[in-house]
């Protein structure tokens, strides 16, 4: 941890596109967060591994949630395990795994808290199956210091349930949360790469098998500017039947991720790029059919921090949009020339399939997500600037979690539900006491 010599911790997000300096607080009693009055601003802090500034503001108090990391109870016979906000999923997959259990959806990295995946509404490698994380929410406790402790659910207060879902922590202090279980793929999942040409015929392969697989998600070449561009393949791979929870011994073998660790020089450029996804996807040609653990499928990420600190001290930024199927075989042509023009290469380049009904600021709806990470500067944001119109021209939405220098203009034109959020947010919050970099950026 960085500090000023006034005291206030240095914050960055993960992508290092936004930063603040604030006073920070981790408490460890309930006492301290029950204590919270009406009037100072706080921002709420899980893992600190947003892509935004979501964790963290220069308004406000920072408070982390890290301490409160207990299970508190677990039903199996039910399939549900109650746990308070500050939890890892891969301290729950490490305890949930030996009793044949995990979390149906999950993002990338094991060190992201519960509360941080609800505050998100995050999504994991099928979510045109499994949906996004606030399908598994079966309840919620929630503390504001105007309106006390509340429970939450879609039965009990459940436009509040809809709002701290996916509400980027606005809406108070998540305390915990009842999450709903599925059988766990012990003995791991057996992955095989299939070829695609490009985007289309990618996303032509995930239509036709989005019921065979439990992951499913496909890897484009983006780095190179040849008639070779957005080749790549469909990652697909489907559990084993339960056995013995082997594979819950890799949680806890994997180095911690920090926002603040960066190569001084970026690894990550103009030329490294090409080359490293060439070389990446000759490998993945001649791979065939592999074993891979369920934590290691899950957290592809966990053991991959160098991808972070390669992109050196101005960072990356990640743009992830939902683009209706219809329209994606033109966005991605128009993507692929935005990319030529400006001359940018992209690191990685991941599309999922999505399914369900647009609502507030949730990423979801029907349509192909589309991630891209671009290294960061004046280019890629000019060059996003660019995509920014071209997902308005398509119908498209821009993941808000992800993207550090989305606009409040830009995501109300994009999202039809940012005026009833923002409406409902401060109805429940009148003086706007939990704030974030986000949600000023936003204007929310």
Known sequence: MRYTKDGRRLFTCLGRQESAAAVWHEPDRYRTLLGLRPGNKVCIQGAGLSLSGAGFSAMADVLGMARFNRILDLDQIARVVHVEAGITLGRLFGVLAGRGLFLAVQPGHPDITVGGCIAGNVHGKNPFRDGIFAGLVRELTLFHPAHGVLILSREQYPELFDL?????GLTGVILSAKLALEPFPASGIEVIHLPAAGPVEAVQILRENTNSFDLLYAWLDLARHDQGMGRGFVIAGRSHPPGEAKSAIAASAYPRLRTEDAWPFPGFNRISLPLINAAYARMSAFTGSRHVGAFDALFPFANRIRYFQAYGRRGFVEHQVLVPEAAFPSYAEALKKILKRHDLVCGLSILKLFAGKRHLLWYRGDGVSMAIHLPGGTKAHACLHEVDALDIEHGAI??????????????????????????????FDPQRMFVSALSQRLNL
Do not use: M, P, W
Request: with cysteine; proline share 0%.
């Open 164 to 168: 701290t879902c996916g509400g980027f």
């Open 398 to 427: 821009a993941n808000i979690i992800k993207d550090a220098r989305l606009s409040g203009e830009t995501v109300r034109r994009q999202y039809s539900g940012y005026g009833a959020f923002r409406r409902r947010l401060h109805d």
